[in-house]
Each structure stands twice: as C-alpha cells, then as structure tokens.
C-alpha cells in the first residue's frame, strides 16, 4: 500500500539517529490503518523493531491504533513535511478517534511514547513526497 511505503525508510532513519534514541525506551506495538490496510510497527527499547503488513480486523483489537483515509495520510505526511501539521496528538485533539486504544491504560502508554511515535512518523514525512 502506498499510503505506508514511507515506514521501512523510517524505520532505517530512526534506527541510525542518536536522537531518536535520547527520546527514550519505546515499549509498545502501535498499529497504523489507511481504509483496508493496516501496518504493525514494534517500538522496543531504543529501536523500531519491526514494520510489518497487518490484517485491518486484528489490528483493530490492538492496545493503540492510528487510523486515517488515504488522503487524510497523504495531506498529514505533506503538510509535516513543511512544518504546518500539529503533532498526532493535536491532531486527535481536533479531529478525535485519530488514535484509538482499547482502554486509558493504552492511552497513557501511547502519551508516553508519542515523541518517539511522532519522530518515526516525521522520519517518514521528510522521505514522502519526493
């Protein structure tokens, strides 16, 4: 799916920056769906583990899930490119029901890896697009 093409490089980028490092230990698996297609990324420690296809049904019973149409994707990446989007958090702020969890405990957890989620997001960002 196109929409998500840009994690790989992302999961490259960050894996290489120190400072993606310096914004902590991630511990989560954070599930992104665009209409029918879902990706599973593994925040471990330091790192973006893994980036992987995942079936929409099963990842909507996930601990945290980052749902947008296509074009909402695309207009987020192209408008984060250039400085002009709020973080995934004010972006649910605004719109609701961008990050979905299953309960507040996964919410908490998503708060407080959010710098990292949002720096794998904005690696992706700079790549998209060219």
Known sequence: MAVFDWMQGARRKANKDPAFRALGSADA???????????????QDFQVNSVAEADVNDIKDGDILIAMSTREWNSYLYRRRLGRAPSLLGLDAEKRDVIQT?????????????????????????????
């Not at 954070?30 to 297609?37: E, I, L, M």
């Not at 708060?111 to 997001?121: L, T």
Request: overall charge positive.
């Open 102 to 130: 299953k309960d507040s405990i996964a919410r908490l957890q998503f708060e407080r890896i959010s710098r990292s989620v949002q720096a794998f997001v904005d690696y992706g960002a700079s790549a998209s697009g060219r």
């Open 29 to 43: 698996t954070v599930c992104f769906q665009s209409g029918k297609h879902g990706r599973r990324v593994v925040f």
